[in-house]
């Protein structure tokens, strides 16, 4: 939708769980004088509509997903459409869906606290030393990034079963001493706090719902004997990911995430992902970080996915083929990274004229070939060249050695600004 002026039309107000009473004379006021309201179903049963003197205003229960809510705006486009949503719209929330698709100037948004606020108020936490995370509607693996020693999460959950797989999680991971607290309906007559530890959830019948729907979960992170630490620095642990030995070591991959700077809400083009291991450290190490991780191979493109899974970044897209091939149509990358050579002729030069301006383009190589391709670019275009050689140490009988691996020629180059 294109902008209206500075008139806005659509007004979205955040209530408490306690209803009407979380509302102002003002926000009351502009609720009355929508001609349209839309709210869930639940909220709207939650309501005494008939104090807000709405006799003439056409009640719409959300039920439906975010796009037929759209095509319902863009009928009533222009006539006032209020819109009810619990806590901070902007939040997780359903402002912040709308915003994507609504000019700002067209939209008046209201908060009231959202769920984060009133569960660290009652946890006693600082927000700001807080993970606040959404598993509303959200694969719960993408809680995975967050589990650290003593760290504190926040998290929106949608459904009462979420509880169980988020213990499941931890427990797997180490972590069954986390002390878990469930917070429902906050600042509602029905509001309850249960407390538990991960390790016990899984004595409850997950089939026989425990928890109330839309709880915000607090988990106090406790590392046990034996736990996965998984740092959101990248070069994690070469045993971190299933792989076939198409893998980009440890060592090397911390290197190469540093040349490829990853940044919030960039996207990285990984051209023969292997198992994924660089698109996966890129999306942990930044906020928002989106990846698309292009392989040909069947087997290796499960491999992704499960990995994927494992180390929280479920929102890997995963690309079959070969390039250059497999690249049209892709949204225009921030950053390319090709660690399993260059395959057919015009690769480099496709995801070159891809990558947006300021954007990195890194290359890895092992084999002689590949190096001689590397040493041509670098000779033609400039950038940096590095050699950069591991070796680990290993049993050599009742002693120990160094064991090498094959050395790796890295190429890494910035697309000028202003060049398209």
Known sequence: MSSAGNKAWLTILGIGDDGIGSLTPATLALARAAKTLIAPQRVLDSLDLSSLGLDDCEIVP??????????????????????????????????????????????????????????????GWALQDVACISLHGSAVASLQPHILPENRILSLTSVGRTIHEVADILVARGYGGSQLTVLEHMGGKAERI????????GAFDRDKPRFADFNVLAIACKVGKGARIHAPVPGLPDDAFIHDGQLTKQEVRAVTLAALQPCPHALLWDVGAGCGSISIEWMRAARNAKAVAIETRAERRVMIGQNAITLGTPQLMIVDGDAPAALAGLDAPNAVFI?????????FELCWKALKPGGWFVANA??????????????ERGGALTRLSVARAEPVGR??????FMPVTQWRIQKPWGQP
């Open 194 to 201: 249960v407390e538990i530890l991960a390790s016990d959830v």
């Open 62 to 123: 959300w039920t439906t997903g975010v796009g037929p809510t759209l095509e319902l705006l863009k009928k009533r486009r222009g006539s006032p459409v209020t819109m009810l949503a619990t806590g901070d719209p902007m939040f997780f929330g359903i402002g912040a869906t709308m915003r994507r698709t609504i000019d700002a100037a067209e939209m008046l948004v209201i908060p009231s606290p959202s769920g984060f606020s009133l569960a660290a108020a009652r946890m």
């Open 366 to 379: 092992v084999t002689l070939e590949n190096e001689a391709r590397l040493l041509e670019l670098y000779a």
């Open 399 to 404: 002693f120990h050695g160094w064991k090498p």
């Open 339 to 347: 660690g399993g050579g260059f395959g057919e002729e015009g690769v």
